[in-house]
């Protein structure tokens, strides 16, 4: 069964009723990128560039960007590659700049933490856009909870290109996107998605957010419900804000590489999922087994009910039925 769903895991992710979904891969280190295509990855959905800066005690230069983005980018290229500027920040710092938070997921992490140190924030841009020209970039901001901050992080961008433009090297400008993390975020979907290229909905922090869970706490991780009504409603939000505006949403959370919610995610009209390579060739299988209007069906009646138990009881019993 494992040697079958690699088979059909490098056919196109098409739902029987011809709606093509892109299937991307959650990647934190370059040498993943061979693994992702032999998955029948269609590109990069989420790059956690966080990781270049950790277990060291120095910061990556310009270069060490460049170089590690101009290899993802050409392993890849026409296939698109989403850059998310690092996520660094409470408990996430590299060794040398280490700072106290008590809240760290709620501190200085993050697109917050760029804003803060403009230097390495450029340095990072300035590495990217360099890169740029080697395949197909795409640029994307973490933890973005307005559209100030939003505003900040690509005037960096283009003060980052213009910098370069100046020094007589070409860049791309590359479409530039944020992650839907935060409630804030979601709760103005609409506005947001009037200046920028698209959304890619983080659910790992977006609950942790939303039902005010640490997501790594244990003894509350019974309420971390990615079928909660106020998680789907939220979801609901960001993909008709998404939709009106007509910009792509996508979504790189651990729930875009549950097969349980497969249907419910083409039901809200997501056309990209980026999830760990490894979750790839089954999630595949069933978007082309699945069909989005049945999705829709299946989405109307969850908003429908009021308790997790309830939506995700419906969700079993109808992904149970169908696969
Ligand atoms: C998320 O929050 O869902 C996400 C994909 O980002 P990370 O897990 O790196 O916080
Ligand atoms: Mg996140």
Do not use: W
Not at 223 to 240: E, M, Q
Not at 276 to 291: D, E, T, W, Y
């Amino acid at each position: 069964q494992e040697r079958e769903l690699m088979a059909t895991s490098q056919l196109p992710a098409t739902t029987t009723d011809g709606v093509r979904v892109e299937l991307d891969g959650n990647i934190e280190f370059a040498e993943e990128v061979k693994s992702l295509l032999a998955h029948g990855g269609e590109g990069v959905g989420l790059y956690r560039t966080e990781f270049l800066y950790m277990g060291r005690s120095d910061l990556p230069t310009e270069e060490e960007h460049y170089r590690t983005y101009r290899q993802i980018l050409e392993q890849l290229a026409p296939r698109p590659v989403t850059i998310r500027t690092f996520d660094l920040g409470g408990d996430k710092l590299p060794l040398g700049v280490r700072t106290h938070d008590d809240n760290p997921a709620l501190g200085l992490r993050a697109v917050r933490y760029c804003l803060r140190h403009p230097d390495m924030f450029r340095t990072q841009l300035r590495g990217m856009l360099r890169a740029s020209v080697h395949g197909h970039l795409r640029i994307m901001f973490p933890m973005v909870s307005g559209v100030n901050e939003l505003r900040a992080a690509k005037r960096f961008l283009g003060e980052a290109r213009e910098e370069l433009r100046r020094e007589g090297v070409e860049t791309r400008l590359p479409p530039v996107g944020i992650m839907v993390e935060l409630p804030s975020a979601a709760i103005i979907a609409d506005r947001l998605a009037r200046e920028c290229d698209f959304f890619s909905i983080g659910t790992n922090d977006l609950i942790q957010y939303t039902m005010a869970i640490d997501r790594q706490n244990k003894d509350v991780a019974y309420l971390y419900r990615p079928l909660h009504l106020a998680v789907l409603r939220t979801l609901k939000l960001v993909c008709d804000a998404g939709r009106q505006a007509g910009i792509p949403v996508s979504m790189c959370g651990e729930m875009a590489g549950e097969p349980l919610f497969v249907l419910v995610l083409l039901g809200l009209g997501m056309t990209e999922l980026s999830m760990n390579g490894g979750s790839i060739p089954l999630v595949k299988r069933i978007v082309r087994q699945a069909s989005a209007a049945d999705g829709q069906r299946l989405v109307g009646r969850l908003l429908e009910l009021t308790a997790a138990d309830e939506i995700e009881r419906e969700v079993r019993s109808e992904m149970g039925l169908r696969f």
